[in-house]
Each structure stands twice: as C-alpha cells, then as structure tokens.
C-alpha cells in the first residue's frame, strides 16, 4: 500500500477537506553503481568537513546562506518550518483556469491527492467531479519539506490530481535564450504547410501510453546481460541527414504517401491505432527498418545469434524466419 509523502487540508471557498499526498509515478531506470576502475572498488560520497577533512553525522548538518567572503545564516530546519505553519499543513486553492491555458513547460512533478477518510469521500468527489464537468484546474500553493510550491489540480478518472509547477521567473523565455530564434517568423508557403498537414493527418493515431514501452532501458538490460555473457552488443544507428529547403516538399509528399492509409488499424474516431511492439504490415519492407528496429524485431522472435548480426545478416535471417512461418501456415 502506497504511503503518503504530504498530509493536510485542500480548502475551495468555505470548503476543505483532508487529503494526502502520493507519488503518481515511479522511476524504473535501470540504475549503477560507481567503481574504480580496474579494481572494482565501491566508489561512495561522504559528507566531509572542507577544514577537518572528518566525515559529519547528518545530524549535525545545518543549511546555511552564504553571504559571501566566507559568511554565512545558519538556519535550523525547525525555523524553516515555524515561519509557515499554516501554509506547510494547507492548499488553498485561489482560483480556476481553463486546462488548455497553462503550458506544458510550467508542469513539474505529478501526485494523486486522495481523502484522509472514508467520511471526506463525498466532498472529494465533490470537487473531482466539478473540475472534470468544467474542464478547469485549480490554482494553488502550499508549502511541503521547506520549500513552497505553485499547483495546479485536475481531475483524473476516479481522482484528483496535482501538478507542482514552475514559476514564472523559472521559465525561460525562447527569444532571449535560444540565439538561433530568428527575429521574425520565417514565411511558409501555402503548399508547404498543407502538405506538412497532411502528413499530420495521416500519422494521427489513438493516445494509449500502453503502447509505448522504454526501448532504451531494455537496450540497457541487454547490454548489461551480452557483457555478463562476454557478447556483444550491436550499436544504435546515426541519426539520420537534416532536410535541405530544397527538397523539403518532395520529402514532405513522400512521407505522405508512405504514411496515407498503409493497411493500419483506426480506432472510433477514424485514427489509426499507435503500432504495438510486434506489429508490422503484412508486405514490410524489412530493408527499410532501421539497424535498432531490426534488432529489436530479431529479439522478439528470439533469433540466435542476433547480438553479434550486421544489419543486413539481421534482415537476412528475419526474412528466412517469416518466410518458414509462411510455409508451415500453407501446409
């Protein structure tokens, strides 16, 4: 059972229910430790005083503000605590926004906000299912381990939710930051931007994140597991040569007809469902995949010998794999 990181009331108006925080999502990143190397040697991190060169209890460390030249205020974590008491235990929502107002880059970190109570269940719900009819977040802040947060609740099926966000002075602004911005926005030609919409509309696809999966952690995995074997791993292709403007509209029509209709499955509303990690279009082009692609289709039809396979050996034997499929399916 999750437990809670942060418990106290969420208040609307005259209205306030107790709640408690929980992590929404968990890091599954396939993790390392630090050796020497050559030795296999732990390598670990102390807290050690720069005058002493001695190793400190956490106990006995302190935040301290430096002031510059050596001077510091120490501050003891107690006193960061008793300078808000009521806004540490609080989130006082202050207003309401329409979703589709706040950028993605504000969002942070996200937690599910549940009722501290079967007795509190009804107002949360309350709550819950007037955000989802209004299509609104609520805005709020409240402080959590020393440090004040701006947020923003949301309705999720069967759940609020709540994103941590970036203050303003945070955000960068593009225009000042990124020096390859132009001053003004380049012009599109009209047959450019619709073919480039096309395209869009062809690549639509339903939204189920249970089609994606890390490919980059189970190449990790196996990394790990063709060393401990004393394999080896094929590498990850290049990325592949920037467009040139002046071949932009055949590259662009070109991926239109590649990707306009194709046999894929659509969804109720007409767009075609994301590809799973094994499906493929009966008449494929197998050449066409990518050396990584290849690999990960060789994985999942358990090829041997597929770590230490070129590109082309990796085609080569998919190919005679599916084509002894098809012949075992006509007898």
């Given amino acids: 059972?999750?437990?809670?990181?942060?418990?106290?009331?969420?208040?609307?108006?005259?209205?306030?229910?107790?709640?408690?925080?929980?992590?929404?999502?968990?890091?599954?990143?396939?993790?390392?430790?630090?050796?020497?190397?050559?030795?296999?040697?732990?390598?670990?991190?102390?807290?050690?005083?720069?005058?002493?060169?001695?190793?400190?209890?956490?106990?006995?460390?302190?935040?301290?503000y430096d002031l510059g030249e050596?001077?510091?205020?120490?501050?003891?974590?107690?006193?960061?605590?008793?300078?808000?008491?009521?806004?540490?235990?609080?989130?006082?929502?202050?207003?309401?926004?329409?979703?589709?107002?706040?950028?993605?880059?504000?969002?942070?970190?996200?937690?599910?906000?549940?009722?501290?109570?079967?007795?509190?269940?009804?107002?949360?719900?309350?709550?819950?299912?007037?955000?989802?009819?209004?299509?609104?977040?609520?805005?709020?802040?409240?402080?959590?381990?020393?440090?004040?947060?701006?947020?923003?609740l949301r309705a999720q099926d069967d759940v609020l939710v709540m994103h941590t966000m970036r203050w303003a002075d945070e955000v960068r602004d593009p225009r000042q930051d990124l020096d390859v911005m132009p001053a003004r926005r380049p012009e599109v030609a009209d047959r450019e931007?619709?073919?480039?919409?096309?395209?869009?509309?062809?690549?639509?696809?339903?939204?189920?994140?249970?089609?994606?999966?890390?490919?980059?952690?189970?190449?990790?995995?196996?990394?790990?597991?063709?060393?401990r074997e004393g394999k080896e791993v094929v590498g990850e292709e290049g990325p592949p040569d920037a467009t040139n403007v002046v071949d932009l509209m055949s590259a662009l029509e070109r991926s239109v007809e590649r990707n306009r209709g194709g046999g894929k499955s659509k969804g109720k509303d007409g767009r075609r469902k994301a590809p799973a990690k094994t499906r493929k279009r009966p008449d494929e082009d197998l050449s066409s995949l990518t050396k990584s692609e290849l690999y990960r289709r060789a994985t999942d039809a358990d090829v041997p010998g597929r770590s230490k396979m070129s590109r082309e050996q990796l085609v080569e034997a998919l190919t005679g794999r599916k084509a002894r499929k098809g012949r075992k399916a006509a007898a």
């Fill in 193 to 227: 931007l619709r073919t480039a919409q096309q395209l869009i509309d062809a690549l639509s696809i339903d939204w189920d994140p249970n089609d994606y999966h890390d490919t980059y952690e189970e190449r990790v995995k196996e990394l790990v597991a063709a060393k």
């Fill in 70 to 152: 050596g001077d510091y205020v120490v501050v003891e974590p107690e006193e960061l605590d008793d300078i808000a008491p009521g806004k540490s235990k609080v989130i006082d929502m202050t207003g309401f926004v329409d979703l589709d107002r706040i950028e993605p880059v504000y969002f942070d970190r996200t937690y599910y906000v549940a009722p501290r109570g079967k007795e509190y269940v009804k107002v949360y719900e309350l709550l819950r299912a007037a955000l989802e009819r209004s299509n609104k977040a609520g805005i709020a802040t409240f402080t959590m381990r020393s440090k004040q947060y701006l947020t923003a």
């Fill in 1 to 64: 059972m999750a437990r809670s990181i942060w418990s106290g009331v969420l208040t609307f108006g005259l209205v306030t229910v107790p709640v408690g925080l929980f992590t929404a999502t968990e890091d599954h990143t396939v993790h390392f430790h630090q050796l020497q190397r050559g030795t296999g040697d732990r390598i670990r991190y102390k807290r050690i005083n720069e005058r002493t060169g001695e190793e400190v209890p956490t106990d006995d460390i302190v935040k301290g």
